[in-house]
C-alpha cells in the first residue's frame, strides 16, 4: 500500500495542498479547492495522464495481492465518483481527499492535528468541507467535528459504501 499511496500523492500534488502534523509526517492529508479545479481540455488530459501513470507505477504492489486484487482495486477506485459534489452548487468548498495517520501514531490527536486548522480556515472563509470514505467505522470520527452524511453510495462490484460527508461552518456556531 505505501507504494500505491505514494503514487496517488504524486499524481494529485499539483492539484492540492498536503497538510501534515510535522516533518515526522505523523499524519497527512490531501485537500483540494473547488475554487482550483480546472475544467480546461487540456487540463484533463494531463490528469488522465497522470492516473494512467499512477497506475502502472503502482503496478509492483500486484506481487503481493496478485493480479486479480490489483484490477479489482483499480476498478473500485475508477468506480469512486465525487458526482456528489453537484449539490454544493457553485459554492466553494475544500475537499479532504485522503486523511491518513501511521499506525504508531494512531489513537494520540494526530487526526485533531489535521482537521481542526483544515475546519477553522473552512469557518474563516465561510466555506464547505467535505469528503469521502468507504469506512463504516470513521464515520463518528468525521460526525465528532460536525461532518454530517448527505449521501450514500454503493460500489458497483464491491460490498463497499461510499459515505459523502459535508462540514457546514454556519452549522458547527
Known sequence: MKIFFHRYVEM???YCDLLTTSDNYEAVALVFHSQREAGTLRSK????????FAIIASLPISRIIGIRGFARGISILLSMSSSWLSILGDKQYMHLDMLVVQEQYRGQGYVSKV????LSECR????????????????PIYEHYQ??????IALPNSSLEQYCMVYTPTDAD
Do not use: D, G, H, W
Open 12 to 14: 494529485l500534488y499539483p
Open 45 to 52: 488530459v494531463k490528469y488522465m495522464k497522470r492516473i494512467a
Open 115 to 118: 482537521i481542526k486548522p483544515l
Open 124 to 139: 474563516e472563509k465561510n466555506i464547505f468541507c467535505t469528503l469521502e470514505t468507504q469506512t463504516i467505522s470513521n464515520l
Open 147 to 152: 461532518f454530517r452524511t448527505v449521501k450514500v
